[in-house]
């Protein structure tokens, strides 16, 4: 760690040093594609180290063929994170090459890598102290964001220890047990209640225990954004929330807003705070090869993230970090098939692949018409043929839509590229150059100055 924070701190005022910030991160001039860094000037926060916060953004399935496809998507300038990208990151388990989220998450929230699966613990299924429980050990108050259930194995890495991701009832029991999270928001509300409710509680209502607990509890939008309380509990759908192309018809709110509530319930404590988010969806869109759905759940994770900025600019003891645990589909600018690049007629496409393989007819015969209806492409017959054959309809529809959007996919499955890391503010030069996702919460840690023992 010590070399690399050495190393880190030239290549950090290098990196950010030759961009030249501009306040605001709204306003601040898109550099266009390809644009030169112009007038070189201190990095944020120069000379200040102290951290109180710290904001850590996962997007889930997210790698560098990922950014450069949303570099194009994105209308108005490149991705915000793009100014202060400042390593690149390695994310193998304990017994593979590809991790998956559970390891690649409990590598990220307790410095310990562990095999496929497990949660909180190590290969032998010994309990980890994570880096949420160390900031509430220290006084902070935590939070987790998630847009998959809040008991989702990269949330569940962070307050609970399962030996499998899967014992998602154990994880929301443990969450109130335990009470170390004081901001809950997302999907998952089954998992909370019992089943005389419809839940998947064998006996206990885990909802009515964390009102007893001081929770306050919410259900929709218009509830998250009257909240009150410094402890809430906010699960707005049953299971995982809408997919950002169909949220708008639903009550939920957007990652945007829940990291905005959050922010402000944790941010009331005098010690400082640690907090979570995850674009959970990102990665489902990756393993369902869907351009569209990928691109628009990264544009709804960026608003949240453009948040979490405006809040570290008036409070500059704020850490931000924004890191994919791996990638999710091996997604690339190109592939065999593209018909040129193109992605940005992405924004042309309304639905995920998912839905538009529910609108179409046991026979197959409304294949061009629903896909014309939701994406404005006119199939081929040939184009068409090859979808009404395929074994799996939304599969087909998506690595179609990819191709006309010039998005090349080599896997519906995580692969084990790098990932970039990205961090902004003080002691974001802990994150610089080639680390491993163990360093993540060991350079959180040091700079918030706890001890995170494993
Ligand atoms: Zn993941």
Redesign the pocket.
């Given at each position: 760690m010590l070399k690399k924070a050495i190393l880190g701190v030239l290549s950090t005022a290098l990196l950010v040093g030759g961009i030249g910030f501009s306040s605001g991160w709204v306003a601040a001039g898109p550099p266009g594609h390809g644009g030169k860094p112009d007038q070189p000037g201190p990095p944020p926060h120069a000379g200040k180290n102290k951290v109180e916060n710290v904001i850590l953004f996962i997007p889930?399935?997210y790698s560098a063929g990922y950014n450069v496809n949303y570099r194009h998507y994105k209308e108005d300038g490149d991705p915000v994170w793009d100014e202060f990208l400042t390593g690149m990151m390695t994310t193998h388990s304990t017994n593979d090459r590809i991790t998956?989220?559970a390891a690649?998450?409990t590598a990220m929230s307790t410095g310990v890598k562990t095999n496929n699966g497990a949660v909180g613990v190590d290969p032998d299924g010994e309990k980890l102290e994570t880096i949420l429980q160390a900031a509430h050990d220290a006084g902070k108050s935590t939070g987790l964001v998630a847009t998959s259930t809040i008991t989702h194995?990269?949330p569940a890495v962070f307050a609970s220890h399962v030996s499998s991701r899967n014992e998602q009832e154990e994880i929301a029991r443990q969450y109130i047990d335990e009470g170390s999270v004081d901001v809950l928001l997302g999907g998952g509300m089954d998992y909370f209640l019992p089943e005389s409710e419809g839940g998947r509680q064998r006996e206990r209502d885990l909802i009515q225990e964390a009102m007893d607990n001081g929770y306050q509890v919410v259900e929709n939008r218009d509830e998250l954004l009257s909240i009150e309380g410094d402890k809430v509990l906010g699960l707005f759908a049953n299971d995982a929330m809408a997919p950002e192309l169909h949220r708008e018809e639903t009550e939920e709110p957007s990652l945007a807003e829940m990291t905005g509530a959050a922010i402000d319930v944790l941010s009331q404590e005098d010690e400082g705070f640690f907090l979570m988010v995850e674009g959970s969806q990102i990665?489902w869109a990756g393993h369902a090869n869907d351009a569209a759905w990928a691109m628009s759940d990264t544009a709804a994770f960026e608003e949240a993230v453009i948040e979490a900025l405006g809040f570290a600019d008036q409070n500059d003891e704020t850490l931000i970090i924004v890191a994919?645990?791996?990638d999710?589909g091996g997604m690339s600018l190109g592939g065999y098939n593209s018909k040129g690049t193109d992605v940005e007629i992405l924004h042309r496409v309304t639905a995920t692949g998912d839905y538009m393989a529910q609108q179409i007819n046991s026979d197959r015969t409304n294949i061009q018409e629903v896909v014309e209806e939701y994406t404005s492409i006119t199939l081929s017959d040939e184009e068409t043929e090859v979808i009404k054959q395929s074994t799996n309809l939304s599969l087909a529809i998506n690595q179609t839509i990819s191709d006309y959007a010039g998005v090349g996919w080599s896997s519906t499955n995580?692969t084990g590229v790098g990932v970039p890391v990205y961090a902004y503010g003080p002691r974001s030069d802990l994150f610089t150059g080639l680390i491993d996702n163990t360093d993540i919460p060991l350079a959180i840690a040091e700079a918030y100055r706890i001890s995170l023992e494993n």
């Open positions: 889930d399935g998956d989220s690649a998450g194995a990269t990665d994919g645990d791996h999710t995580h």
